[in-house]
Structures are given as C-alpha cells and as structure tokens.
C-alpha cells in the first residue's frame, strides 16, 4: 500500500530564517506531487505541483519555492520567511492528473 | 475555471442525529467531485468520490452523497452521526479528462465544521 510523510510534524522559525518541508511517498512510482497551503478558515490553496523529477508548476507568487529531486520526494523551501507563510502545510500525491488526492499528515509552521 | 462553496461554515448537531453538509460548484465542463474530512492536526482524508455513473455515492464512515446536475450540488449526508464525526469537511472538484484545460487539480471549498454533541 502506498504512504506519504512529511517533516517536521511543526516547526516554529523567527522571519527572515530558511525554510525547508520534505515530502516523501513509498510504494508507488511517477506519482504527481502537490504542496498546498491551509490558512485557519481559508480553505486549501495549492502552491505547486509536480508531474515527475524537476518539474515543477507554481500556481501563486509568492515567496516558497519547490523541488523535486528524487521520484517520491518533494521539497517545499524559503530562502527568508515572512509571518505571512505561517501555515498549515500539507503534501499529497496522486496516480495521475484525473484521479483523487492521497495527503500527508502536515507540517504546522510558525513564523515568528 | 471552478469554484466550489460550502454554504455552512460551522454545523452543531447532537449525537444520534441526522446531518447534511452542503456544496454548490461552479465549472463550465464536466467535473469530478469528491468529500474529503480532516480531524484536528492531521491531513485530509478521502471520504467519498463521485466519477460517473449512479448519483448517489456512498463512502466510509456510514457518508454518503448525491451527484445533483442540475442544481450543480454535490450534498454529504449521514442518517446518524456520532462524537466521533466532529472534524472539519472539505468539498472539492476538478475537471474531468473531456473538457477540461486544468489537469485535473483540485478546488477546495471553505471547509465546514461538524461538531457533534452528546
């Protein structure tokens, strides 16, 4: 069966530190990769996505970035994080554009 | 481009009782819709989908849901809820395979949160 992780489970950073959130999903291959931002009563909202190594969409500027290095591996960083980026970030993959959505447990970040 | 709105922020309902979540969505193709449900401090989980086929979905932990073309709705519904359903539920939809220009990525709604009291 297929699994997905994320680390840290939180992480509390002062503004203007670096940022990186990795994703990793076991027993599955070439799956699509998707990193997503939860604000407290705003819904989800998709950052990136990614359709196999080094490919990577973004769907909002902003000031997160994302890579994917490895098949199962995604990375989501920040080179200087604002208060703006404290969140509840969540990672998830599919086996395909079309079908559903499998998420990771989330990384609760706080920026200070 | 889709949007999808759940209608209630927040939902108190007593335990035993029956309860309706609702979504209304919006999209100019051919959508797929799905439920999903996220207990405090954890991810999200699939509840049910609907594809094609029958209207009328039935997914894990007793949900169920009706596919409503016309009315362009996609309403979560349990006949008795327990403690156990307290959590946030999140509608989403994507465009299907035949129409659409998104590939297929996923518009949230708002969320609605269940809260079942004894």
């Known amino acids: 069966s297929q699994t997905i992780h994320q680390w840290p489970a939180t992480l509390v950073q002062p503004v203007g530190s670096p940022l990186s959130l990795e994703c990793t999903v076991e027993g599955t291959s070439n799956p699509n990769l998707y990193w997503y931002r939860q604000a407290a009563g705003r819904g989800l909202q998709l950052l990136f996505y990614?359709?196999?190594?080094?490919?990577i969409s973004s769907e909002v500027p902003q000031n997160l970035s994302a890579s994917r290095p490895q098949d199962r591996q995604f990375i989501l960083s920040s080179k200087k994080l604002l208060l703006s980026d404290s969140g509840f970030y969540l990672c998830?993959?599919?086996?395909?554009?079309?079908?559903?959505?499998?998420f990771g447990p989330g990384t609760r970040l706080t920026v200070l | 481009a889709q949007s999808v709105t759940q209608l209630d922020s927040q939902v108190p309902v007593f335990e035993e009782a029956p309860v309706e979540l609702r979504c209304n969505y919006s999209?100019?193709?051919?959508?797929?819709l799905f439920w999903y449900v996220q207990y405090p401090n954890q991810g999200l989980q699939l509840l049910l989908k609907?594809?094609?086929?029958?209207?009328l979905v039935k997914g894990i932990n007793g949900f169920e849901a009706e596919f409503n073309k016309s009315q362009t709705s996609f309403h979560l519904r349990k006949p008795s809820v327990h403690i156990s359903d307290t959590a946030e539920y999140f509608c989403?939809?994507?465009?299907?395979?035949?129409?659409?220009?998104?590939?297929?990525?996923?518009?949230f709604g708002q969320g609605t949160i269940l809260t079942v009291h004894p």
């Open positions: 990614s359709v196999g190594i080094g490919q």
């Open positions: 989403a939809v994507s465009e299907t395979e035949a129409g659409g220009t998104s590939y297929g990525k996923l518009t």
């Open positions: 999209s100019s193709v051919s959508v797929y």
């Open positions: 998830a993959w599919s086996g395909g554009f079309y079908n559903e959505q499998f």
């Open positions: 609907y594809l094609s086929g029958s209207t």
